[in-house]
């Protein structure tokens, strides 16, 4: 039987499209292990899963000084020893990595060992860790076709994001009794991330009164966040798997960061959505990327994350739901859906 191995931590977005691919791999007939950190969201995702789950250290490497540069330096080492141990137990055939500063050990292990390597880059321009793993990579698959200005011509190609199946197959009934919304007014769901956003979840409750006049609303908040109290027609929850895919039917329109793990659930699931993009002082600035490439095609509306207020995160929300259709008909145009199988053909041939 042949195997593969996926990898990938930090964050969902790392995460959930490798979930994604779960089934057809197993479809395949392939033995699939997974390796990621032993403290990372990463592991209790796919601990749901029931997949065999290894783990390495991780170290990360910032783009500016900082003295757990020299630190992590030790982990990085240690998380490739342990790779490698890994690539000589498990023996796979390919390795797919989706990111993040876990993947780069597995990814070098694998190459030492000729084991065919395979990348997947969801934003638009290219991860420092995807960086420092694309020389070992055979193929490199993309999201945003503007992607390829990065990408060297003969391992790149164009595949978009793998979505997850059961988001399809969620019940807007179910979530409003979930969330015990119990009149028919329009639902906003907000999504901060897989780690939550102060700014957003700071604008959101300083809005409340007004919101409520007219939607009921859904905040995912990440971990710490306090809930307003007494207030009907808005439910809070630090972080949701199980019920997520009625929560997002239920959705009218959607509130949320821009990383692109997201950006294509929205698309494939047609939901208008107002994009508050991580601010470049905070990240690299692929959010405020992403967010421009939808907001171009017409699938989003986009409030920079400086421009927030009360009163502009009120407005733009009002803007976006009067205007949804237009929104809702440019994602329908969309050429979507087909991520998972044009990952899946990538695999293949590079297994063959």
């Not at 890994?86 to 000729?114: E, N, T």
């Not at 960061?257 to 470049?280: H, V, Y």
């Not at 009067?322 to 969309?334: G, H, W």
């Amino acid at each position: 039987m042949k195997k593969i191995v996926l990898t990938g931590g930090g964050t969902a977005g790392h995460v959930t499209p490798n979930i994604a691919l779960l089934p057809k791999l197993k479809n395949m007939g392939l033995e699939i292990h997974y390796i990621g950190t032993g403290k990372g969201m990463e592991r209790e995702l796919i601990k749901k899963t029931a997949i065999p789950y290894h783990c390495v250290s991780a170290g990360k490497l910032r783009r500016y000084f900082d003295l757990k540069n020299f630190t992590d330096l030790f982990k990085i080492g240690a998380g490739f020893l342990q790779a490698l141990i890994l690539m000589l137990k498990i023996r796979p055939s390919v390795v797919f990595s989706k990111g993040g500063f876990v993947s780069c050990p597995v990814v070098w292990a694998a190459w030492l060992f000729r084991i065919p390597v395979i990348i997947h880059e969801s934003d638009m321009t290219p991860g420092l860790a995807n960086k420092l793993s694309m020389p070992f990579a055979k193929r490199i698959c993309f999201s945003f076709p503007e992607t390829a200005n990065y990408l060297p011509s003969a391992k790149r190609e164009l595949t978009g994001l793998p979505v997850r199946e059961e988001l399809f197959d969620g019940n807007a009934q179910y979530g409003r009794e979930f969330c015990g919304f119990e009149d028919d007014k329009p639902v906003i769901l907000v999504m901060g991330g897989s780690l939550g956003s102060q700014a957003v979840n700071a604008a959101v409750r300083g809005s409340l009164d007004t919101l409520l006049k007219d939607f009921n609303v859904c905040h995912l908040c990440g971990k710490g966040g306090k809930a307003p109290g007494g207030k009907k027609g808005y439910c809070q929850f630090e972080y949701i798997n199980e019920e997520l895919p009625d929560i997002i039917a239920m959705a009218d329109i959607i509130v949320s960061r821009s990383g692109a793990t997201a950006l294509f659930e929205f698309l494939a699931l047609k939901k208008p959505n107002l994009l508050i993009p991580l601010g470049s002082a905070a990240s690299r600035g692929d959010q405020i990327l992403n967010a421009q490439s939808f907001q171009k095609l017409g699938y989003s509306r986009v409030l920079l994350q400086d421009d927030v207020t009360n009163a502009s995160l009120v407005e733009n929300i009002k803007l976006l739901y009067d205007e949804k259709e237009r929104y809702y008909s440019a994602m329908i145009s969309a050429q979507s859906g087909k991520a998972t199988d044009k990952v899946l053909e990538v695999i293949n041939q590079i297994m063959k």
